[in-house]
């Protein structure tokens, strides 16, 4: 499993709102808010277009066997299960500072997809993660930005010490480091 932080450090981030008065303990919420409006939604679409990149087309073999099944053609289809689960926001395990994609419940299996298999090659619906990052860093900025206004500071406030303008700018782009450094998969295959 993959050990993730958000980059700034939790510790550097926090240090710099409690100068400003604001008290953050945790990225609980703009993580949650991620997944819930960004992560899931792409992860969703991922599986509607048949991977981002695109998945490697199923074998003739397979396609026969699920048509006499009776199941679609699509990839990674049969029955919608691990396209649900993989959309819910309790397949993240989410705490302070990251959030780790580990429970898939009765749809374990795939985690299989995830790397390559002597049976099967990776159908990563994961991967759109990556193309996520600047949706998300608008994310953690709405949310940053929800806190100052809160602590009455107005939109666009520009007062603030050389260590809290890095903050500002560290926390529009704290998703930069996305796919790495804020959310991670867990291989619980």
Do not use: C
Not at 96 to 110: H, R
Not at 114 to 136: A, C, G, N, Y
């Amino acid at each position: 499993m993959a050990t993730v932080e958000i980059i700034p450090s939790a510790a550097f981030l926090a240090a710099e709102f409690a100068s400003a008065g604001i008290a953050l303990k945790s990225f609980k919420e703009p993580l949650k808010r991620s997944i819930q409006q960004v992560i899931a939604p792409g992860i969703r679409h991922a599986f509607e277009v048949e991977g981002i990149p695109p998945w490697a087309p199923l074998k003739p073999e397979t396609l026969t066997i699920k048509e006499s099944l009776g199941y679609p053609a699509d990839i990674l289809i049969r029955e919608g299960k691990l396209k649900k689960r993989a959309t819910q926001l309790n397949a993240w395990t989410i705490n302070t500072q990251s959030a780790i994609f580990e429970n898939l419940g009765d749809a374990s299996y795939g985690y299989f997809h995830l790397e390559h298999t002597k049976w099967m090659p990776v159908r990563d619906f994961l991967s759109s993660i990556d193309s996520d990052i600047d949706q998300v860093t608008d994310v953690f900025g709405n949310w940053v930005e929800e806190r100052f206004t809160r602590r009455g500071f107005a939109p666009g406030f520009s007062g603030l010490s050389s260590g809290f303008t890095q903050l500002a700018s560290a926390a529009s782009r704290v998703a930069n480091t996305l796919s790495d450094n804020a959310f991670a998969s867990s291989d619980n295959g």
